[in-house]
């Protein structure tokens, strides 16, 4: 167990819907991570936060957003979803900004029906 | 633009082998790489890493080999067991302001009796 926990575990939902994807980091950690993983594309880094605030931005599209709470949980919005959304979604966390010591929740799969 | 190439996709080894997954990279700036093991339903964990600055680290059976001139570091597993069945994925990290890892495709590892 790597203590970064993801929920929902599974979800389907219909094209064009709206889903949000929780992540509680391990205790302690300040840096969340997400990543797409698709069996075309293996993980996409899509976006980090440090400590409350975005850092990093990579592969992600504009209908997904994303925010960490002062709790430190994030979450990741995805909105009007197409069919190629289907994926797992991992989040990941470290204590610091570089993520040399990430570790990674069990994932959210993402079906779009 | 890939960043981290990793071969082969797929691999299967007899148990008591040896596995070797080869990775190469362009962005001269990374400065730390690391090799995660994702098995079926769970998320990626970090199994061991290296810095440019040494040019193997060995940890029990997994061995990285880092040739820094050539741009390429490969992941060695020796006595290749059946609970080594995994999917095994290289990445790097760079140095220079990012902070998010840059992964390979993957390497279904497939280890037969």
């Known amino acids: 167990d790597s203590g970064v926990t993801q929920t929902p575990k599974h979800l389907i939902t219909a094209t064009g819907q709206r889903v949000t994807l929780r992540c509680s980091p391990r205790?302690?950690?300040?840096?969340v991570y997400w990543y797409q993983q698709s069996l075309d594309q293996g993980l996409q880094f899509l976006i980090q936060y440090y400590n409350g605030e975005e850092r990093a931005k990579g592969n992600i599209l504009e209908r997904f957003s994303a925010q960490q709470f002062p709790d430190l949980h994030s979450e990741l919005n995805l909105s009007s979803l197409e069919l190629g959304d289907s994926a797992l979604y991992f989040c990941?966390?470290?204590?610091?900004?570089?993520?040399?010591?990430?570790?990674f929740g069990q994932g959210t799969r993402l079906t779009v029906v | 633009q890939q960043q981290v190439k990793q071969s082969p996709q797929s691999l299967i080894v007899q148990k008591g082998g040896i596995s070797i997954i080869n990775c190469a990279y362009e962005?001269?700036?990374?400065?730390?790489f690391p090799w995660y093991q994702q098995f079926p339903g769970k998320g990626p964990a970090l199994l061991i890493a290296i810095r440019p600055d040494v040019s193997e680290k060995k940890e029990g059976r997994f061995t990285i080999s880092f040739n820094k001139s050539a741009k390429q570091f490969s992941l060695h597993i020796m006595d290749s067991q059946p609970g080594d069945s995994a999917t095994y994925f290289c990445?790097?990290?760079?140095?220079?302001?990012?902070?998010?890892?840059?992964f390979g495709k993957g390497t279904k590892l497939s280890v037969i009796p």
């Open positions: 205790s302690g950690d300040l840096s």
């Open positions: 962005n001269t700036a990374f400065d730390y």
């Open positions: 990941a966390s470290s204590y610091r900004q570089r993520n040399t010591e990430a570790f």
């Open positions: 990445a790097a990290l760079s140095g220079a302001g990012s902070y998010q890892l840059t």
